[in-house]
């Protein structure tokens, strides 16, 4: 078993991406995707709502899973990654959000070896979503 | 079998949602999402790789796909949907996006009965993306 020269082994601990998740990082991110659903950008009308407060996009927390996946494989998840998430919990306003993972295993997949990364996402004590990433590993040094 | 106010019957049509997507609408998505690839944002550097011009974010597009869900069963996507998706092919900076879906079937998913769409998602002639949601249907009227 071997490596690409932007990973580590086997058991290893993914890079951690911290984001403070405010109004106007919620704002900028309903503008940029078209959705304005008002539990994510009035918070008037979510104070009445299940939560009292506005929640993030699943999309949102999902990109920045996305670059910390990125940041750990030096673009190879972009390219080749694949992803299976379930949410688990909001987001909310003004929460500090945690993401890394763990290398849990290596799988082959289609004939290529493979990182199987558990997904650890987090906010505030509460555990945001539940999912795995798997990676192609190629072997860049030989 | 019964649908939702918001759902139209088995083999129905979703909305089709439109989108230009240009360097400017992806710019405002890097900006939200944290993710400056260039790639993505650099149409100098993207004009000397793969495909001569920059792509869009793969979970810009999945952004759009949710917005369409979203519309066609009055948010309940956001609540309680489910999505499998690929990418197969790039969306370039000037491309019309085009996003729709079709009920293919209903099936029932842990005693609840929820439709299962196929993901129709096209720009300039290209499928970009295979995949499905699962939406379960609450029965509104009765």
Chains 1, 2 share one sequence.
Not at 27 to 37: I, K, L, P, Q, R
Not at 60 to 69: D, R
Request: proline share 4%; glycine share 10%; with cysteine.
């Amino acid at each position: 078993m071997s490596a690409s020269l932007a990973m580590r082994a086997d058991g290893d601990r993914l890079p951690v991406l911290t984001r403070h998740v405010d109004q106007k990082a919620i704002d900028a991110y309903a503008e940029a995707s078209g959705d304005f659903n008002p539990i994510h950008v009035d918070p008037d009308y979510a104070s009445t709502g299940p939560f009292g407060r506005t929640i993030a996009h699943g999309l949102m927390t999902l990109a920045y899973v996305a670059e910390m996946l990125n940041d750990w494989s030096g673009g190879a998840f972009d390219e080749t990654g694949e992803i299976d998430v379930a949410f688990v919990a909001p987001v909310f306003a003004g929460d500090m959000l945690e993401v890394t993972g763990l290398v849990e295993e290596m799988v082959v997949r289609d004939g290529t070896e493979c990182a199987r990364v558990k997904l650890l996402v987090s906010a505030g004590g509460r555990q945001i979503l539940a999912g795995h990433a798997i990676q192609p590993i190629k072997n860049l040094g030989n």
